[in-house]
């Protein structure tokens, strides 16, 4: 009895010994180091993405006393012909119509700067915070390259979203409805097709 009981006693260690480096083996493998897990996708309801298909215009308007988009750096004067080194800033509204006094649904927030020096193409950085409907309070978030009128459709990646478009993903096709060559005041129309869930 007194022979056995150390022997039973070292096989429990060693048991013990491989239990620990199999969870061990397991707790690893989940990537777990104490501020990162993997979550189980179909609890969080990330089964099917849908794919929803958004239509509006936004307006740009940079005249009047009113503008919805204003120039914050002006293009030093001595570059080229692109506007090269501009930035503006916009709060452009968004409606279903080409009207203006058409329903609102959101605003275009963000910003386009010229980032070109040997044809005018703009870097589009901009947010679709919605405001009607279930989508009021949830954005999408784009960024593109924009090479303007010389384009007659313009593509810009959906890059994400918040709200009920987390984890979305898309492109947006833009095209010039109406354009005021003296003010530059500008009717787009957006056609958006994004995945999400
Ligand atoms: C543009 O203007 C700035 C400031 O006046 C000057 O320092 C720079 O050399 C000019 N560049 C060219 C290409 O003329
Ligand atoms: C836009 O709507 C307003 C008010 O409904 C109207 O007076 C105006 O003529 C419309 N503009 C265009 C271009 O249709
Ligand atoms: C959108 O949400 C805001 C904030 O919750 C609320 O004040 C506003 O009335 C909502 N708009 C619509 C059209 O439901």
């Known amino acids: 009895?007194?022979?056995?009981?150390?022997?039973?006693?070292?096989?429990?260690?060693?048991?013990?010994?491989?239990?620990?480096?199999?969870?061990?083996?397991?707790?690893?493998?989940?990537?777990?180091?104490?501020?990162?897990?993997?979550?189980?996708?179909?609890?969080?309801?990330?089964?099917?993405?849908?794919?929803?298909?958004?239509?509006?215009?936004?307006?740009?308007?940079?005249?009047?006393?009113?503008?919805?988009?204003?120039?914050?750096?002006?293009?030093?004067?001595?570059?080229?012909m692109t506007g090269f080194g501009s930035v503006a800033i916009m709060d452009d509204p968004l409606t279903v119509g080409p009207n203006l006094s058409s329903k609102t649904i959101g605003k275009a927030q963000g910003l386009y700067a010229s980032a070109s020096q040997e044809e005018f193409a703009l870097l589009m950085v901009m947010n679709f915070a919605f405001t009607e409907g279930k989508y009021n309070g949830s954005s999408l978030s784009i960024l593109g390259r924009n090479p303007g009128a010389t384009s007659k459709v313009r593509e810009f990646p959906v890059i994400g979203g918040s709200g009920l478009f987390r984890f979305a993903r898309g492109y947006a096709l833009a095209s010039t409805h109406d354009l005021n060559i003296k003010t530059g005041d500008a009717v787009i129309e957006y056609n958006v097709y994004v995945l999400h869930y």
């Open 1 to 80: 009895m007194a022979r056995i009981l150390p022997s039973m006693a070292s096989q429990m260690i060693i048991v013990l010994f491989l239990l620990y480096s199999l969870s061990a083996t397991f707790v690893s493998a989940g990537g777990d180091l104490g501020f990162g897990r993997i979550l189980d996708k179909k609890r969080h309801k990330l089964r099917k993405p849908k794919l929803n298909h958004f239509h509006f215009f936004f307006h740009d308007i940079l005249s009047g006393r009113n503008p919805t988009a204003v120039m914050v750096v002006p293009p030093p004067s001595n570059t080229s």
